[in-house]
T-cell receptor
Framework: NAGVTQTPKFQVLKTGQSMTLQCAQD?????MYWYRQDPGMGLRLIYY???????DKGEVPNGYNVSRLNKREFSLRLESAAPSQTSVYFC???????????FGEGSRLTVL | SQQGEEDPQALSIQEGENATMNCSYK?????LQWYRQNSGRGLVHLIL?????REKHSGRLRVTLDTSKKSSSLLITASRAADTASYFC???????????FGAGTTVTVRA
């Protein structure tokens, strides 16, 4: 039982390159979230999907796109990476739209 | 802007002592949650307190909630070296389905 799996765990990009962070959960949860974590700033919500087929912007959506591919998978895409997007990205899920979140181990992205 | 703010930003205590950290938030909430993050790892849920609850216990953890002051506290009793981590409060607003986090409190427990 893997829980929430994020890939890749580490990535280095050059400015302007694109990439997709993948998140998959085997917990049969409806709601999925993408956060970024920067030193001293806690976690900030990028996008979330309350249920399959829906996505909504969070606090810091600019420069990102998401796809809720199916109930299990929620991907985050950087179309043209910028140094300001250097961060640790966390995917999280929960059974419904309220309650405890279950986190992946994070994806550490560096944009040069 | 972030919903929750923790205080203090950092805390250093001796093993066996209690650790207390506070969280303040801005809007009406369904519940408030506390999470722990060990260095380099994902966040782990510790405890959830609903808006109609005032106090909750889980093992060595005690959480209080004062909705009139929009504040919460997390008490860790008889701390251990393994409690060294960052602790975050998070709030489920009544307005939307976003869980908003504070900046966290870094706790160091000295042996």
């Amino acid at each position: 039982n893997a829980g929430v799996t994020q890939t890749p765990k580490f990535q280095v990009l050059k400015t302007g390159q694109s990439m997709t962070l993948q998140c998959a959960q085997d917990m049969n949860h409806n709601s999925m979230y993408w956060y970024r974590q920067d030193p001293g700033m806690g976690l900030r919500l990028i996008y979330y999907s309350a249920s399959e087929g829906t996505t909504d912007k969070g606090e810091v959506p600019n420069g990102y796109n998401v796809s809720r591919l199916n109930k299990r998978e929620f991907s985050l895409r950087l179309e043209s990476a910028a140094p300001s997007q250097t961060s640790v990205y966390f995917c999280a899920t929960r059974p419904t739209q309220v309650g405890e979140l279950f986190f992946g181990e994070g994806s550490r992205l560096t944009v040069l | 802007s972030q919903q929750g703010e923790e205080d203090p930003q950092a805390l250093s205590i001796q093993e066996g002592e209690n650790a207390t950290m506070n969280c303040s938030y801005k809007t009406s909430i369904n519940n408030l949650q506390w999470y722990r993050q060990n260095s380099g790892r994902g966040l782990v849920h510790l405890i959830l307190i609903r808006s109609n609850e005032r106090e909750k216990h889980s093992g060595r953890l005690r959480v209080t909630l004062d909705t009139s002051k929009k504040s919460s506290s997390l008490l860790i009793t008889a701390s251990r070296a393994a409690d060294t981590a960052s602790y975050f409060c998070a709030t489920d607003s009544t307005n939307d389905y976003k869980l908003s986090f504070g900046a966290g409190t870094t706790v160091t427990v000295r042996a």
